[in-house]
T-cell receptor, first 111, second 116 residues
Framework: QKEVEQNSGPLSVPEGAIASLNCTYSDRGSQSFFWYRQYSGKSPELIMFIYSNGDKEDGRFTAQLNKASQYVSLLIRDSQPSDSATYLCAVKSGGYQKVTFGTGTKLQVIP | GAVVSQHPSRVICKSGTSVKIECRSLDFQATTMFWYRQFPKQSLMLMATSNEGSKATYEQGVEKDKFLINHASLTLSTLTVTSAHPEDSSFYIC????????????FGNGTRLTVT
């Protein structure tokens, strides 16, 4: 079983719609959760991080964490073509420096 | 804040030569830095964890004698690809986070290595 799982996609949404990206993780001791965006040929850039159960909003982005279900998601409201990229979910277990990445979900926003 | 600088951004070398890639944390100290490799259309793969003042920790399947890591200061880690071969051609990315606190990882811009 992979430690961090994401649907590889591509996930296609029309411009202006809500894109929902999902991620599950296997280590119940995980405490820190991150979403990164990676454009083709570029390195990942941090979008959001979340540590506590519930929702965290930042502009058009909302991260949702449910530790009981070992599930973290990223919602992108009013999706724009410039949001088209691969979104990486990353999980850090408590007490460890190592961060484990999912394989990423490719998002395509159709104009 | 939390800027990670990686150099060079692109390098082409001949088979059999060595290439050094630098990773610097510009505005914070990082006891630990991480080196990743990414082949086209594949996910990030952690190669090794670089620890300041001590030996790096390599992931399974990564040859420590081929990928030499030196973390001589709290702001600099280097990765040297020794005796490079065409199959080493890849996108190498370093990352770091401030030593204090529980900050997210920040990535350098990556190094595109092409071995001819």
């Amino acid at each position: 079983q992979k430690e961090v799982e994401q649907n590889s996609g591509p996930l296609s949404v029309p411009e202006g719609a809500i894109a929902s990206l999902n991620c599950t993780y296997s280590d119940r001791g995980s405490q820190s959760f991150f979403w990164y965006r990676q454009y083709s040929g570029k390195s990942p850039e941090l979008i959001m991080f979340i540590y506590s159960n519930g929702d965290k909003e930042d502009g058009r982005f909302t991260a949702q964490l449910n530790k009981a279900s070992q599930y973290v998601s990223l919602l992108i409201r009013d999706s724009q073509p410039s949001d088209s990229a691969t979104y990486l979910c990353a999980v850090k277990s408590g007490g460890y420096q190592k961060v484990t990445f999912g394989t990423g979900t490719k998002l395509q926003v159709i104009p | 804040g939390a800027v990670v600088s990686q150099h060079p951004s692109r390098v082409i070398c001949k088979s059999g030569t060595s290439v050094k890639i630098e990773c610097r944390s510009l505005d914070f100290q990082a006891t630990t830095m991480f080196w990743y490799r990414q082949f086209p259309k594949q996910s990030l793969m952690l190669m090794a964890t670089s620890n300041e003042g001590s030996k790096a920790t390599y992931e399974q399947g990564v040859e420590k004698d081929k990928f030499l890591i030196n973390h001589a200061s709290l702001t600099l880690s280097t990765l040297t690809v020794t005796s490079a071969h065409p199959e080493d051609s890849s996108f190498y990315i370093c990352s770091a986070r401030p030593t204090l606190g529980d900050s997210p990882l920040h990535f350098g811009n990556g190094t595109r290595l092409t071995v001819t």
